[in-house]
């Protein structure tokens, strides 16, 4: 049987990843979306640099998926020149409420 300063070490050891991850607040990321919404909420959008290619739509898409996705272009590990300059200026609580509401937008 654990006593109860080990259940407590093992409680926070679960709880460490969960709160390295900040909440994204929609309506916050409402507010944060003028750089998003010029390319990516336009229905078969293309763009000319750095090269002619489709922007996604990105409304509906998993949140955990778009933080990934900016979280990448944030470090680098995920190239693209103008994604990897914009991504760069947000910090992860702008990421994660960002993430939060395209994840909301159907």
Do not use: E
Not at 29 to 37: D, E, I, L, R, T
Request: net charge positive; with cysteine.
């Amino acid at each position: 049987m654990f006593h109860k300063p080990t259940w407590l070490a093992l409680g926070l050891l679960c709880a460490l990843p969960l709160a390295s991850l900040a909440a994204g607040n929609p309506q916050a990321g409402a507010k944060k979306n003028s750089m998003c919404v010029g390319c990516h909420g336009i229905d078969g959008y293309k763009t000319a640099f750095p090269s002619v290619y489709h922007v996604p739509k990105i409304g509906g898409q998993h949140a955990d998926y778009l933080v990934a996705a900016l979280q990448a272009y944030k470090t680098g590990t995920r190239k693209h020149p103008t994604m990897t300059g914009l991504a760069a200026q947000l910090s992860d609580q702008d990421i994660a409420d960002l993430a939060a509401y395209y994840a909301a937008k159907r």
